[in-house]
């Protein structure tokens, strides 16, 4: 009997054809249940010869392969990790408003180049999250700005840097600190002693002022999660591309 040399990673590679985890052709991993010994005996000395083989007759994914397996998991693995981690943050017992949500919705049109993924992600994220914690009367306030920042920086996605993204922290958490706030006030959320501000100019600054401790942990929360995780992003990158 010949074994099958499937390691469990099925994937192909666009440029060679090959399975990144066996080094097979897909007409030879098809076709492997029907071959015959003799076949199956070809097909392994074949793989010892298109493919690099380890000291202990173990398959080794070439540069080109291993390339595009870290791209795979740069794209892929990369967003549903962030996801995850954005829902735990929210979950677990943490500072008012200190929470990596804000830093997600400013890098995410660089980690993803789509907007329709990076709106997707959040969406997920923070649904994942509030279905545990419970909704909430400002919901609506809070998901559209950080939309509202994940649009708009998408469009300046490819600006982002460890020199700029100081400043790009602060301008996303101003704009969910005007609107979210906005929010409690028009929707007559409780205040300050548990009462409502009022419905004038003079309630909604109020509101405001109240609120600028939690633009603190907010805006330090964002910084804290975006430069890790650009760092990790940017060392992902340039692991796959000296391969």
């Given amino acids: 009997m010949v074994e099958s040399p499937c390691s469990g990673v099925c994937t192909t590679d666009p440029k060679s054809g090959l399975c990144v985890g066996c080094g097979r052709t897909q007409e030879e991993i098809m076709n492997w249940l029907s071959y015959s010994i003799s076949q199956k005996k070809r097909v392994l000395k074949d793989l010892k010869q298109r493919n690099n083989i380890d000291k202990n007759q173990n398959y080794m994914l070439s540069k080109g392969i291993m390339n595009n397996l870290f791209d795979i998991s740069r794209k892929q693995i990369f967003p549903i990790t962030l996801i995850l981690i954005l829902a735990l943050a929210r979950l677990i017992p943490h500072p008012p408003n200190f929470t990596p949500m804000i830093a997600v919705a400013v890098m995410s049109g660089y980690f993803f180049k789509n907007i329709y993924l990076s709106l997707i992600t959040l969406l997920i994220a923070m649904l994942l999250a509030d279905a545990f914690i419970g909704f909430y009367q400002n919901i609506i306030f809070v998901y559209?700005?950080?939309?509202?920042?994940?649009?708009?920086?998408?469009?300046?996605?490819?600006?982002?840097?460890?020199?700029?993204?100081?400043?790009?922290?602060?301008?996303?958490?101003?704009?969910?600190?005007?609107?979210?706030?906005?929010?409690?006030?028009?929707?007559?959320?409780?205040?300050?002693?548990?009462?409502?501000?009022?419905?004038?100019?003079?309630?909604?600054?109020?509101?405001?002022?109240?609120?600028?401790?939690?633009?603190?942990?907010?805006?330090?929360?964002?910084?804290?999660?975006?430069?890790?995780?650009?760092?990790?992003?940017?060392?992902?990158?340039?692991?796959?591309?000296?391969?």
Wanted: hydrophobic content about 50%; aromatic content about 24%; overall charge positive.
């Fill in 144 to 243: 559209f700005s950080l939309f509202l920042i994940s649009y708009l920086f998408y469009k300046v996605s490819k600006k982002v840097n460890f020199k700029n993204l100081f400043v790009y922290s602060f301008v996303g958490s101003f704009i969910f600190f005007i609107i979210t706030n906005f929010g409690v006030w028009a929707l007559g959320s409780p205040g300050l002693d548990n009462i409502a501000y009022e419905k004038s100019v003079s309630g909604l600054m109020e509101c405001y002022i109240l609120a600028i401790p939690f633009f603190g942990n907010t805006f330090l929360s964002t910084v804290i999660f975006s430069y890790p995780a650009i760092f990790v992003y940017k060392s992902l990158t340039a692991r796959t591309s000296s391969r």
